[in-house]
T-cell receptor, first 112, second 116 residues
Framework: DQQVKQNSPSLSVQEGRISILNCDYTNSMFDYFLWYKKYPAEGPTFLISISSIKDKNEDGRFTVFLNKSAKHLSLHIVPSQPGDSAVYFCAASEGNNNDMRFGAGTRLTVKP | GAGVSQTPSNKVTEKGKYVELRCDPISGHTALYWYRQSLGQGPEFLIYFQGTGAADDSGLPNDRFFAVRPEGSVSTLKIQRTERGDSAVYLC??????????????FGPGTRLTVL
């Protein structure tokens, strides 16, 4: 069962504009959420996380928003840069456990 | 500083064969994870080690899959009687400690396994 869903397999934006990547989850027990970024032939790298006690976390150009009632989170990248082109995975954890659940990923392309 | 390394980077085998995939975690990281990423999917949790012991192996799909970490550092994922459905990228990650909260996992580049 797919408990974490990224319904957009791809997204294309112009350099300098905002990129918004979306993620939905079904398990209401998830309380910690992460975004990972993956370049080809490399492993995923951690980008940003958010605990369920918050609704927003910001780190430079990256902001994650959490809407618990809608079981939805999003990653905003402003301004987008060509180097941001990668596959972005949303992940969630139930408690301080180790079996994170990942979405299928969204491929972001930022055009110069 | 070396990151997580995995060998081989690619492995092609025939159905029914046995394979071993190796992971060298970041030095000092006590937690080690294995994931499987099938085409078009995100990583799928397989097993988590804290030190030498498998603290959570709930993600292993069946008894053909086994993993060890005998000295609390290097880990080997072993797959017996491989099937075509085992074809995937196998990712290893390590972190300073276990637990998801504020505990960054560092991933290796993966081993691409192809079962013919």
């Amino acid at each position: 069962d797919q408990q974490v869903k990224q319904n957009s397999p791809s997204l294309s934006v112009q350099e300098g504009r905002i990129s918004i990547l979306n993620c939905d989850y079904t398990n209401s027990m998830f309380d910690y959420f992460l975004w990972y970024k993956k370049y080809p032939a490399e492993g995923p790298t951690f980008l940003i996380s958010i605990s369920s006690i918050k609704d927003k976390n910001e780190d430079g150009r990256f902001t994650v928003f959490l809407n618990k009632s809608a079981k939805h989170l999003s990653l905003h990248i402003v301004p987008s840069q060509p180097g941001d082109s990668a596959v972005y995975f949303c992940a969630a954890s139930e408690g301080n456990n180790n079996d994170m659940r990942f979405g299928a990923g969204t491929r972001l392309t930022v055009k110069p | 500083g070396a990151g997580v390394s995995q060998t081989p980077s690619n492995k092609v085998t025939e159905k029914g064969k046995y394979v071993e995939l190796r992971c060298d975690p970041i030095s000092g990281h006590t937690a080690l994870y294995w994931y499987r990423q099938s085409l078009g999917q995100g990583p799928e949790f397989l097993i988590y080690f804290q030190g030498t012991g498998a603290a959570d192996d709930s993600g292993l799909p069946n008894d053909r899959f086994f993993a060890v970490r005998p000295e609390g550092s290097v880990s080997t994922l072993k797959i017996q009687r491989t099937e075509r459905g085992d074809s995937a990228v196998y990712l290893c990650a390590s972190s300073l400690t276990g637990g998801a909260y504020y505990n960054e996992q560092f991933f290796g580049p993966g081993t691409r396994l192809t079962v013919l």
